[in-house]
């Protein structure tokens, strides 16, 4: 499969089987979260690999809009080290303080990563967004350190719920030189 047919095929699962990932399959996910580009090489990330129900349903309770989503049987923390962000080589910061922008769009495709990798093997995903006091509390990430984005993994229930996948039409998305101008 080509990366656009993949592209096309990961979507967001929201009702997932007890099935579990196996040790071989999320250590292939990790990899392709590693690999995933960062601002000047700095990897600003650390990943936690959660397995325990009790710890998942903890997470699952502080994530926006969770109620939408059953709970997985796995998830991956993506964490975003501070002190990564704050190396006195990082040039990508020019006026803003560490630890913002640059360093939070690294992590997010690093996830992004992992869920097209996990759509390739066959593995279901979600994106979470959690609330920082409570899932840095659960999983006892420093003060300075942020956790923007949890990815749930598992198998999709049969007849579960599908969204209808619908894209705005390319010419609508796209401008050139300026906002509003035809490209397409």
């Given at each position: 499969m080509n990366f656009l047919e993949l592209a096309k095929k990961r979507k967001t699962t929201f009702e997932f089987s007890d099935k579990i990932v196996s040790d071989k399959n999320i250590y292939l996910l990790l990899e392709a979260a590693r690999w995933?580009?960062?601002c000047a090489n700095i990897q600003p990330w650390?990943?936690?690999v959660v397995k325990n129900k009790k710890q998942i349903d903890k997470l699952m309770k502080t994530v926006n809009y969770g109620f939408f989503h059953e709970t997985p049987p796995q998830l991956i923390a993506c964490v975003l080290l501070n002190e990564r962000c704050?190396?006195?080589n990082h040039s990508c910061f020019r006026g803003i303080k560490p630890a913002t922008h640059d360093s939070?769009?690294?992590v997010g495709i690093?996830?992004?990563q992992i869920c097209l990798e996990a759509e390739d093997l066959g593995i279901?995903?979600?994106?979470l967004t959690p609330k920082q006091k409570e899932s840095k509390k659960i999983l006892k990430i420093g003060k300075k350190d942020v956790v923007p984005l949890l990815v749930g993994l598992g198998?999709?229930?049969k007849n579960t719920?599908?969204?209808k996948r619908e894209r705005i039409d390319l010419k609508k998305l796209v401008s050139k030189e300026y906002f509003g101008e035809r490209y397409l």
């Amino acid at each position: 499969m080509n990366f656009l047919e993949l592209a096309k095929k990961r979507k967001t699962t929201f009702e997932f089987s007890d099935k579990i990932v196996s040790d071989k399959n999320i250590y292939l996910l990790l990899e392709a979260a590693r690999w995933a580009p960062s601002c000047a090489n700095i990897q600003p990330w650390h990943f936690i690999v959660v397995k325990n129900k009790k710890q998942i349903d903890k997470l699952m309770k502080t994530v926006n809009y969770g109620f939408f989503h059953e709970t997985p049987p796995q998830l991956i923390a993506c964490v975003l080290l501070n002190e990564r962000c704050a190396e006195p080589n990082h040039s990508c910061f020019r006026g803003i303080k560490p630890a913002t922008h640059d360093s939070f769009m690294c992590v997010g495709i690093a996830a992004a990563q992992i869920c097209l990798e996990a759509e390739d093997l066959g593995i279901s995903s979600c994106l979470l967004t959690p609330k920082q006091k409570e899932s840095k509390k659960i999983l006892k990430i420093g003060k300075k350190d942020v956790v923007p984005l949890l990815v749930g993994l598992g198998y999709e229930k049969k007849n579960t719920f599908k969204r209808k996948r619908e894209r705005i039409d390319l010419k609508k998305l796209v401008s050139k030189e300026y906002f509003g101008e035809r490209y397409l």
